[in-house]
């Protein structure tokens, strides 16, 4: 979903039994703040993907393995879910200039060097300057992954809420217009989840 010049929106899980996610919110350049909103549904079912040597990554946004995702994101990024089989490795490029982290959800991995010692669940390893990443598991256990890197906008964030802008004046703006229903929330009164 790019959120642009205003969307009202609710996420909650379908379904039965307990879920488990990941959710990514990308800040957009000031240029983008007031596009309008848009939004791309992406099934689990079509995510595409690819598997070489124990390793298999489903490409939620960008490229890997020769595989491109459909999401167009206006903020250059991608969103990668790695699994790799016990004695197992991948390495993926990374633009250089971009930010990265890897977020480990199952197992546990050596990234960057094959010294450093293992990541488990629920940590992250935020990635510094280079071209890629290495990642290794050398456990007896299936280790999971996600691999998340954008390009930096190098721009102020003002957050308030779930308002992100560029100055507290736009932020301000933004409010009023939720207030008022207008500029892009002209259907925010009446809406209700479903």
Known sequence: MTA??????????????????????????????????????????????????????????????GVQSPVYTRTPAMYLDFSLRPSTQVHQHIPESWNAFAYVIEGEGVFGYQNNSPIPPNHMAVLGPGNGLSVWNRSSKPLRFVLIAGQPLNEPVVQYGPFVMNTQAEIDQTIEDYHYSKNGFEMAKHWRSH
């Not at 990308?26 to 240029?31: D, M």
């Not at 549904?41 to 946004?61: C, H, Y």
């Open 4 to 65: 642009g010049r205003g969307i009202i929106h609710s996420e909650m899980p379908a379904g039965e039994g307990v879920h488990k996610g990941l959710q990514l919110w990308i800040n957009l350049s000031s240029q983008y703040k007031m596009i309008e909103p848009r939004y791309q549904e992406l099934l689990s079912k079509d995510i595409p993907s690819a598997e070489e040597d124990g390793v298999e990554v489903r490409v939620i946004a960008g490229e890997s393995m």
